[in-house]
Nanobody, 125 residues
């Protein structure tokens, strides 16, 4: 069993930055591929970015390339999402997800086994 707890959300002006954190407990995070998803009001949940268990493979949605960076600190069992140049359309609840790391698993279509509770990010214009 893995527990995920997100933090770092909040209100920021367009063009600003935020860093989200996802703290994992229960098993070493390196065993899991991790991802950030988001869900805006009235929209489906979508994957934002993902990182393999080893950290060597990354995926970014086209809408965040060059603005967001995912990273992991396995010593702290924590995954981060650094968000820069935020836009109002980035407003959403951001969720952290984890899935057992499998070499052949495409990160872009990762379906987490475990989810965090979500953290709200609001970008004002």
């Amino acid at each position: 069993q893995v527990q995920l707890v997100e933090s770092g959300g909040g209100l920021v002006q367009a063009g600003g930055s935020l860093r989200l954190s996802c703290a994992a407990s229960g098993r070493p995070s390196r065993a899991y591929a991790m991802a950030w998803f988001r869900q805006a009001p009235g929209k489906e949940r979508e994957i934002v970015t993902a990182i393999s268990g080893s950290g060597s493979n990354l995926y970014y949605g086209d809408f965040v390339k060059g603005r967001f960076t995912i990273s992991r600190d396995d010593a702290k069992n924590t995954v981060y999402l650094q968000m820069s140049s935020l836009k109002p359309e980035d407003t959403a609840v951001y969720y952290c997800g984890a899935h057992i790391s499998i070499a052949s698993m495409p990160l872009a279509t990762m379906t987490p086994t475990y989810w965090g509770q979500g953290t709200q990010v609001t970008v004002s214009s």
